[in-house]
């Protein structure tokens, strides 16, 4: 993904040029809403997001450790925060065919009811669009 080095391009203009097709999985989709952040939306997002290291296969011993050390089931992918103290958990899924597991349901229910703000983005222009709207006065 281009960097952009001088003033970053606006929404609009930029979603124009997006690859309108699904990533091809969770991983892809969620590299790439990180290279924006890194990049395009730099400015905007201030190194402000980070990845949560929930998914992928691990063998016994790596899981045993990692939930040892608090990694829990159901987490969303991303966390974003202001500094004001408001904070939006983002939840990676690809194109349509990307499901909420139940552990996902059950915990995001349980944050939306503590007052959290937790979407599911499913495109990298939702993504943008949803970072956009949190960072924006």
């Given amino acids: 993904m281009a960097i ?3 003033t970053p391009m606006k929404a609009p203009a930029y979603l124009t040029r997006i690859r ?3 990533a091809k999985n969770e991983h892809c989709l969620q590299r790439a809403i990180a290279d924006w952040c890194d990049g ?3 400015r905007l997002v201030q190194g402000r997001f980070a990845a949560i290291p ?8 790596t ?3 990692l939930k040892a050390e608090g990694v829990r ?3 969303p992918d991303l966390v974003f925060w202001r500094d004001e103290g408001r904070v939006m958990w983002v939840e990676v899924k690809n194109g349509t065919s990307g499901a909420l597991s139940p552990a996902q349901k ?3 229910v349980r944050m939306k009811a ?9 495109t990298l222009a939702e993504a943008i669009q949803v970072i956009q709207a949190f960072y924006q006065p």
């Fill in 4 to 6: 952009c080095l001088g």
């Fill in 114 to 122: 503590d007052g959290h703000l937790v979407l599911v983005c499913r």
């Fill in 20 to 22: 309108r097709k699904p």
């Fill in 54 to 61: 929930n998914g992928g296969g691990r063998d016994r011993i």
């Fill in 40 to 42: 395009l939306g730099k």
């Fill in 106 to 108: 059950e915990l995001h």
């Fill in 73 to 75: 089931a159901g987490m």
């Fill in 63 to 65: 899981g045993a450790r």
